[in-house]
């Protein structure tokens, strides 16, 4: 059975989401936040063993979080929660449906292609520590165009850049640019779900452009007090101290009807 999540499912689903990736996992951090936001679903046989999460956004659905208790893998219960999700989605009059999986996660691509879902684009991750350098003048600015873009990068959702969306950033002034031709562009956001956390998205054009502002974001980072700046971009980015590759992710897009 498939349903919305309740409080008390939290202890269950946490018994098998401690250890999902080497590096732990994170849906202890989000729970209370994806319950109180709606459309978390669960896969209940006798207790909770699946989860999904999913927000309606204007031009697609955004589906995060599947996790499946390692005991009961491989008999289509992941598949059932997406598939569930895309149904209310459809209902909801969204026809496109978007998922981030880590290049190197065989199990959650194989089943989302299964699903029709196709490799859309992929993404960088890199941590970037923040550190006093001697970084160029960069001013915040309020140019970003209507689709300059297709998307930025929110508490690591992506988001079409429309028109609300560009106006908004644009009226918070979070906007970087570094260069005058082959201009590089960063979007900086906070982490709605980690302290002191910065997220970047980063539209990579010329090296040295890139590399200066890499440099001003370090200096931003430390001024501002940040433990950590994380960098999501397209283009594989210049080496410069520390500044460290993480993983790279596939956006993965179904069409919806
Ligand atoms: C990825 C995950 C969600 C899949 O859940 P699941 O319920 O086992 O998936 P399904 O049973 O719906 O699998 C559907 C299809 O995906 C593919 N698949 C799933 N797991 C696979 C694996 N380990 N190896 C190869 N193919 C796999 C198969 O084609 C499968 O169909 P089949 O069993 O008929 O061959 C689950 O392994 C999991 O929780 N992993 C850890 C968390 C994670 O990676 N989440 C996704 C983050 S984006």
Redesign the pocket.
């Known amino acids: 059975m498939i349903r919305e999540a309740i409080s008390s499912d939290k202890r269950h689903i946490l018994e098998f989401c401690q250890n999902?990736?080497s590096w732990g996992d994170y849906i202890e951090d989000v729970w209370d936040y994806w319950i109180s936001e709606g459309i978390l679903l669960v896969y209940v046989k006798n207790n909770p063993i699946?989860i999904s999460h999913a927000v309606f956004l204007k031009d697609h659905v955004w589906i995060e979080g599947?996790?499946?208790d390692p005991d009961?893998?491989?008999?289509?219960?992941?598949?059932?929660l997406v598939q569930q999700i895309e149904t209310m989605a459809l209902k909801n009059e969204i026809h496109a449906s978007l998922?981030?999986?880590?290049s190197q996660?065989?199990?959650?691509l194989?089943?989302s292609e299964?699903l029709g879902y196709k490799k859309y684009q992929t993404w960088n991750f890199y941590f970037l520590l923040p550190q006093k350098t001697n970084s160029p003048e960069l001013s915040f600015g309020s140019d970003l165009k209507e689709n300059e873009f297709p998307h930025y990068v929110k508490s690591w959702r992506w988001i079409s850049l429309d028109k609300e969306i560009t106006s908004h950033l644009n009226a918070k002034k979070c906007v970087i640019r570094s260069g005058t031709v082959n201009k590089s562009t960063a979007i900086l956001e906070d982490s709605e779900h980690f302290k002191k956390t910065l997220i970047v998205t980063l539209f990579a054009e010329s090296e040295s452009n890139t590399t200066n502002l890499l440099s001003f974001l370090q200096n931003y980072g430390c001024e501002k007090n940040y433990h950590r700046i994380q960098i999501l971009t397209k283009k594989r980015l210049p080496k410069i101290q520390n500044l460290d590759f993480k993983l790279s992710f596939h956006l993965m897009q179904k069409l919806l009807s």
Do not use: E, H, V, Y
Not at 105 to 108: A, C, L, R
């Open positions: 999902t990736f699946g599947i996790r499946i009961f893998r491989r008999q289509g219960i992941a598949s059932k998922m981030l999986i880590d996660n065989t199990p959650s194989r089943m299964n």
